[in-house]
């Protein structure tokens, strides 16, 4: 490990990459009534390099995909308008940006729904109540589902109107279509329920429409087999995670984007062993790896060959410049986690210093 694995450059199908540090999808709750705002011009900008790759936060399919406040959306033409100088910042500095693309499903309140309506989901199964006052969801028809799919086409489809590169379809942490998926939520009996292949029908379903609209070298999926966000856990995530992989090559997706067992909550991080190798062995595009990495377990990751790309959230939500800090062994800036979901435009959220030193990536 003479060179600096994280920072060797590689080729994502047509995409050139001038290192393997990715900025992962991060809810930051600046929106106003699901527009993005002009100061995520700056945030965004701020993490770009020269061949970066950037996922945007989680946005909106559709008004009721929402579950949380401040959180963009991009099924509107208002929403495609602003999201196009954010894109085109991140574009002049050279990036590469794919849009992560969501709908919360059954994660939602009454007041985050349009006219205080259930959420949609594929269970009527609710969330325990904690710091939020979870809704009861309405499970969704047979027939309601093809709509739902659409919203997915749809959200796709203006995501390249606003001149993303591509994006990725999340279905990861107890949102609808992890919902969908894993076991101890899906309770249905129809040919969405029961069996593992039946489970991950809407998921394939969505991800053949949004190929069939954009391309399938513009397709990116975000997954959480081992996770247990928001009750969202499964009795063999070996097996579902093995499923997807395999599935996902039938469709030549640009890459699969997997959140590794050791983050089993949003806060902790466990020392579990690795157990993607199966999935990542499976799938025949890029493998990205999630999971509150460091440097030295990223590039680690990188040199035996378990992942090609590295997602950094909080790493790099605190240190804009974190591709140079880890040029130069620069120590790193503490993330403040109680700015992590305020709405103000630049506390904890652009107001993060650089390094004074010369830089590597422009």
């Known amino acids: 490990m003479d060179t ?4 060797t450059p590689y080729k994502m199908a047509n995409f050139e990459l001038n290192h393997r540090v990715v900025l992962a999808p991060l809810t ?7 527009l993005p705002q ?3 011009i700056l945030y965004y900008s ?3 390099t020269t061949g970066g790759l950037l996922i945007s936060e989680a946005t909106g399919i559709s008004e009721t995909a929402h579950g949380f406040p401040g959180t963009p959306g991009i099924w509107t033409k208002e929403q495609v308008e602003a999201w196009k100088p954010i894109v085109q910042a991140v574009h002049e500095k050279g990036g590469l940006f794919f849009c992560q693309i969501w709908h919360v499903g059954r994660v939602a ?3 985050s729904q349009p006219n205080g309506m ?3 989901s594929c269970t009527d199964k609710g969330c325990t109540p904690d710091e939020y006052d979870w809704a009861i969801p309405r499970r969704l028809s047979v027939d309601e589902i093809p709509q739902v799919v659409d919203d997915y086409r749809i959200a796709a489809r203006n995501a390249m109107e606003a001149g993303f590169d591509g994006v990725e379809i999340h279905a990861a942490n107890g949102c609808l279509i992890d919902q969908f998926m894993k076991d101890q939520v899906n309770d249905r009996t129809d040919e969405y329920g029961g069996t593992l292949e039946k489970r991950c029908l809407f998921a394939l379903e969505v991800v053949k429409a949004v190929v069939d609209e954009i391309g399938e070298k513009k397709v990116g999926v975000r997954i959480s087999p081992f996770a247990d966000y928001m009750e969202s856990g499964d009795s063999n995530p070996e097996a579902l995670g093995l499923f997807i992989a395999e599935s996902l090559n039938k469709y030549e997706i640009l890459y699969l984007h997997l959140i590794e067992p ?3 909550t949003a806060e902790d991080i466990s020392e579990t062993p690795y157990r993607s190798l199966p999935m990542r062995k499976a799938f025949k595009g890029t493998f990205i790896s999630a999971g509150g990495y460091k440097k030295d377990d990223g590039n680690k990751m990188i040199h035996e060959n378990h992942a090609d790309l590295i997602a950094y959230g909080r790493l790099f939500l605190a240190n ?3 591709p140079n800090r880890f040029a130069i062994g620069a120590p790193l800036n503490k993330y403040y986690r109680d700015t992590f979901y305020t709405t103000d435009p630049i506390v904890g959220y652009t107001d993060y210093p650089f390094l004074d030193q010369s830089i590597y990536f422009n």
């Open 4 to 7: 600096i694995p994280l920072l």
């Open 28 to 34: 930051r709750c600046r929106s106003l009534t699901s």
């Open 38 to 40: 002009p100061h995520a």
């Open 46 to 48: 701020q993490r770009t």
């Open 109 to 111: 309140t009454n007041e």
């Open 118 to 120: 259930a959420p949609i």
């Open 262 to 264: 050791r983050m089993m």
């Open 320 to 322: 804009p410049d974190l």
